[in-house]
């Protein structure tokens, strides 16, 4: 109790805000946390609520609260709960709107960045894995320990927690789905501080709810199970360029959509970016390790294409093709992966998604040539292939809709001059996908219920009713209660 008394006389002095904000209850609560704990004028809270997209403004939460445990976070939510102060879970910071620190000010903020363990569980041959691991420092570990992997997206510092809970798209989840699609269960923490399992046989409705819409909406899931895949030691990864010019890109533009349409075989992946002046390339893996077989799928993949010289085709280890793709992989060596931290360099950055359901009319692909010849490196327009084992799910079996597409969309830029071209390209495209990927979050998506939850939507709100009443997770994209 002394220590309690010691820390409130702390906190009143340390300024109005964290005073108002800061009860005897959150006190004692704080005290009995063993981590650190960031408060508004302190040491070390400027450095925790770092956000490196240079396009958003300054956020000023409550409190960061950086746990250790499944315990603490229990905790802190009790503590949040008990003052109605919002909270939002925070993984590895790389979501494209700062909603990892509330997207306001004034919100509990809970950092998962010391829950990172990664362990092997041979009895059910899963990994268990803490939701503040970053995707580089797993890949590492569950290639060098056993030659296997997961099906997430190719940056190292995306967080795994975030990631997996909108979807979690990557080279190999053609083959062997989202990683959402691989989790077998989740710890969670409820809004009144429990802590539950949630899986296909515990508490069945979160888990369906989790898997697509868990960005701080239910809970804080702590710890995924996730079954984890054999990786052949080597495998191809390709190219196709195309120079293009206003007489040939849309040919090259909808036979590549067509191929993509034409949903190839489950072990290729295939991904097309739209380069600066309107030049395209093809880029994807083929993920078997059968030497036959890989030359048959690169030869089929030769002849559905539209025709072209600039090609490459080289084998690669799972972390090698990783590095390839990644935006920073070309200057980094595969045991870097074992190294990697959050992103602490400020960069400007605003995406736009989307999905396909059918390749773009020709009509469409002129004025997107039209766009592009003019544009230089400070924006791209990324494709990624879907179908295959994406695609073997129903829209219904999580709450992450996107099943019946043939590729999603991203378009971004880096610069704040380059916003116009932005908004000009996503008002091209936007009328051929009726959806977007939760994960690459738009802040001036007005109908985002719609586009990233679709039918979905009105079970999300009654899950929510039952699982988070009192909306104790909360931010602008959270799942509301009505």
């Known amino acids: 109790m002394k220590a309690a008394s010691a820390l409130l006389l702390f906190l009143s002095t340390s300024g109005s805000l964290a005073t108002s904000l800061l009860s005897a209850d959150i006190a004692r609560c704080l005290h009995k946390i063993h981590h650190k704990v960031f408060l508004p004028g302190h040491t070390g809270y400027d450095q925790a609520r770092f956000n490196w997209n240079d396009r958003l403004s300054e956020v000023s939460p409550a409190v960061i609260v950086r746990p ?83 099906p997430h997206g ?14 979690g798209y990557g080279l190999y989840s053609r083959l062997h789905g989202l990683m959402l699609d691989r989790v077998e269960s989740m710890e969670v923490v409820t809004a009144t501080g429990d802590v539950v399992v949630a899986s296909k046989k515990k508490n069945k409705d979160l888990f369906w709810a ?74 994807g893996t083929i993920l078997t390790g059968n030497p036959t077989k890989q030359k048959q799928l ?5 002849e559905k ?3 072209t010289s600039l090609i490459t085709n080289q084998k690669m280890t ?7 793709f990644a935006t920073n992989g070309p200057h980094m060596a595969v045991d870097d992966l074992a190294k990697t931290q959050r992103r602490s360099v400020k960069s400007y950055f605003k995406a736009k998604s ?78 051929d996908f009726p959806q977007g990927y939760q994960n690459y979050v738009d802040n001036d998506e007005k109908d985002w219920k719609k586009i990233y939850y679709g039918d979905n939507f009105d079970r999300l709100v009654h899950i929510k009713n039952k699982y988070d009443p009192k909306n104790v997770f909360q931010f602008a994209r959270s799942i509301p209660l009505h």
């Open 68 to 150: 250790t445990s499944t315990h603490d976070v229990a905790l802190a939510v009790r503590c949040a709960s008990k003052t109605n102060l919002k909270v939002v879970a925070r993984s590895g910071g790389h979501d494209y709107e700062g909603y990892g620190l509330g997207g306001e000010d004034g919100k509990m903020v809970v950092d998962l960045v010391n829950m990172h363990e990664t362990k092997f569980d041979d009895n059910n041959r899963t990994v268990s894995v803490e939701a503040g691991q970053l995707v580089g420092r797993l890949l590492h570990f569950l290639w060098k320990e056993r030659n296997v992997g997961l």
């Open 154 to 167: 190719s940056e190292p510092e995306i967080g795994v927690g975030g990631h997996t809970l909108g979807g």
């Open 210 to 283: 989790l898997l697509g819409a868990g960005h701080s909406s239910y809970g804080i899931v702590t710890k995924f199970q996730f079954r984890y895949f054999h990786a052949p030691n080597k495998f191809p990864v390709f190219s196709l360029t195309y120079p293009t010019s206003a007489g040939n890109f849309s040919d090259v533009l909808i036979g590549v959509q067509e191929w993509f349409a034409s949903n190839p075989p489950r072990e290729v992946t295939g991904i097309f970016h739209i380069l600066p002046g309107g030049a395209i390339r093809v880029s």
């Open 298 to 302: 690169f030869q089929e993949i030769i």
């Open 305 to 307: 294409l539209p025709k």
């Open 318 to 324: 799972l972390p090698e093709s990783f590095l390839y």
């Open 354 to 431: 989307g999905y396909l359901v059918k390749p773009v009319t020709k009509e469409v692909a002129d004025k997107v040539y039209d766009i592009m010849k003019s544009v230089d490196n400070q924006a791209f327009i990324m494709f990624d292939m879907q179908g295959g084992q994406v695609g073997r799910h129903s829209t219904h079996a999580t709450s992450f809709v996107h099943r019946n597409t043939i590729s999603s969309i991203q378009i971004g830029v880096f610069n704040a001059t380059r916003l116009p071209w932005l908004h000009e390209i996503y008002n091209t495209l936007h009328p």
